[in-house]
């Protein structure tokens, strides 16, 4: 299904070309030059905009068309990234090996699949590093601008919490927001953020 929506969009961005505003906001935490994973990257627009601030990124994502436009994109705006194809479901996740993991929108994984994807964005970041973990509230199910339009997807301040209770909480809020990333995320949304680090 995403593979067919990137591939029907053309040439546009599903979700613009513009990274998204929580990775902008948050970005002054990394350290210079960081190692960065950015899961379930899309068409690239948060992998290249981290490449362009002279961050080391490796992105990860499942569709090849996808993958075709993010590599495009980073080579028009004359920046690396290590793109990988592979299904962060079923990926062998690298262990404490990244400065910060980037997680924008990732609610595709069911309730039974999100304890384990969970557990992995955890463990790829180094002792020290950085989880930044942004999505949607079960509230978005009732605007409709993005999204799966299933509350069991989407994510609380307590689950959060308890989810990544053994890292140092740095940031964690809901709020009401109007974006626009593309025809993707067009309007009110309810968010959550998640900033932590990993203090093992």
């Not at 996808?66 to 028009?76: D, P």
Request: aromatic letters at 10%; one cysteine or more.
């Amino acid at each position: 299904m995403w593979n067919q929506r990137f591939a029907d969009a053309g040439e546009a961005f599903v979700f613009g070309e513009r990274p998204n505003h929580f990775l902008v906001a948050e970005a002054a935490r990394l350290p210079s030059g960081a190692r960065v994973l950015s899961v379930a990257d899309g068409e690239g627009r948060n992998s290249v905009w981290l490449a362009r601030q002279g961050h080391r990124v490796h992105a990860v994502e499942f569709s090849p068309a996808a993958l075709s436009k993010a590599a495009a994109f980073a080579e028009r705006l004359g920046v690396t990234v290590e793109f990988e194809r592979a299904d962060v479901l079923e990926w062998a996740w690298p262990v404490a090996d990244y400065d910060a993991v980037v997680a924008i929108f990732i609610q595709f994984a069911t309730p039974a699949e999100r304890p384990r994807l969970f557990d992995r964005l955890r463990t790829a970041v180094k002792p020290g590093g950085l989880l930044m973990l942004h999505g949607y509230t079960p509230k978005q199910v009732e605007y409709g601008t993005g999204g799966p339009p299933d509350a069991a997807h989407m994510y609380t301040e307590v689950m959060l919490r308890q989810a990544f209770a053994d890292m140092e909480i740095l940031c964690l809020r809901c709020y009401e927001q109007e974006i626009h990333e593309g025809s993707g995320h067009h309007g009110r949304s309810a968010l959550i953020d998640l900033v932590a680090r990993r203090t093992d």
